[in-house]
């Protein structure tokens, strides 16, 4: 399957700080998510985004499909926005339609 | 609006008993993906299924586990006689296309003791 690499691993913020957090993938993909899994563990869809750039908020993410990456921008990072980043991607076949996961980010915002 | 509801969200059993979790999908989703996550690792993906149909099951061990998505209810993944190394966070995720879009449910926490 896929190979999903993600950096960095671990990450550590002071509140108002901005991150980019990095998705690269072994293989060129025609789905991409960005998740968030906050303290809690529940998992939140962020992203949507196969291709091109899309903002929602104070996040951001971007797609390069033919270099096989993708990016999610934090801006003024918050103490909410601690948690467990994922990407995941697929490659849509008659076959499977399973996301492969990166191992995620983890963020933590200090105060 | 409803997501998808999974229950229960925590469930403890002995070792060789039985687990079975539920999954609700949004309302007019009718693909439903099942993933496991172990303690500090990614989601690895266990099944995909369709109405009464198993579509992908590449993920799923080869014993002991089963799932289900019949045509009127939850779709159902059951974990006979379970063991230690079952112990993780499941979650079911659903789409209204094939791998377009997904949306997750909180989980289930299942605890072997």
């Known amino acids: 399957g896929i190979q999903v690499e993600q950096s960095p691993p671990d990450l550590i913020l002071q509140e108002g700080a901005n991150s980019t957090l990095r998705c690269n993938f072994s293989?060129?993909?025609?789905?991409l998510q960005w998740f968030h899994q906050n303290p809690w563990g529940q998992l939140i869809n962020l992203f949507y985004?196969?291709?091109g750039t899309k903002q929602n908020g104070r996040l951001s993410a971007t797609t390069v499909a033919t270099e096989r990456y993708s990016l999610l921008y934090i801006s003024s990072s918050q103490t909410t926005d601690s948690g467990v980043y994922f990407c995941a991607g697929n490659r849509n076949s008659n076959s499977g339609y399973a996301l492969n996961f990166g191992k995620g980010t983890s963020l933590l915002v200090t105060p | 609006n409803a997501g998808v509801m999974q229950n229960p969200r925590h469930l403890v059993r002995r070792r060789g008993q039985e687990a079975r979790l539920r999954c609700s999908p949004v309302k007019g989703h009718s693909h439903v993906y099942w993933y496991r996550q172990l303690p500090e690792e990614g989601l690895k993906f266990m099944v995909y299924l369709q109405k009464e149909n198993i579509i992908d099951e590449s993920g799923m061990p080869k014993e002991r586990f089963s799932a289900e998505f019949p045509k009127e209810g939850p779709s159902i993944l059951r974990i006979q006689q379970v063991v230690r190394g079952d112990s993780a966070a499941y979650f079911c995720a659903s789409s209204a296309k094939g791998g377009n879009g997904y949306t997750f449910g909180s989980g289930t926490r299942l605890t072997v003791v």
């Open positions: 985004i196969p291709s």
């Open positions: 293989d060129s993909v025609n789905n």
